[in-house]
């Protein structure tokens, strides 16, 4: 894919800006078919794909929680792990307002305002992932080790066994 085709999502230039090598991964969007949908459809275990979730906590401050695509956020984990009374998914329209993104277009890079990233720690131990590249229907494939020097986020074990 050459680079006149790449989207240029904030998210593309977030990584290019830090210099992060990223491979990208169009791919059919499928309304409601989530980190399933992209593993089908480019043959990588849904373990790798990384889902970004916009939530907030009891006082409505907005954060960002990096989950495996097979695997769902124990809200009373992330709230303990946080120090927070309680967390809750943010409403669509909140989320993008958040964010900057469309729901199901969301990534983590060159989100609308900085919002603390908190990723679930065992993803951080895969050889790569793929994770939203700022559209529907766009993926970019890169290192942990990257997401780490770009995001700076905070390791955290909240997935529900």
Known sequence: MGHDTTPMTAAVRALRQA?????????????????AAFAAQAG?????????????????????????GDREVSTKELARA???????????????????????GTSPFGLRKPLPV??????LDLERIYINGGKR???VGLAPQDLV?????????????
């Open 19 to 35: 210099g992060a090598a990223f491979t990208e991964h169009p791919y059919t969007y499928v309304e409601h078919g989530g980190t």
């Open 44 to 68: 990588v275990d849904e373990h790798a794909v990384v889902k970004t979730l916009i939530m907030e906590d009891d006082a409505g401050r907005p954060l960002v929680v990096l989950m495996h």
């Open 82 to 104: 946080i120090g927070a009374k309680s967390v809750r998914p943010c409403a669509p329209a909140t989320a993008e307002r958040h964010s900057g993104y469309q729901v199901g």
């Open 118 to 123: 908190y990723v679930e720690a065992t993803i």
């Open 137 to 139: 229907g766009f993926i």
């Open 149 to 161: 020097r770009v995001l700076e986020p905070t390791p955290v074990k909240v997935a529900i066994p």
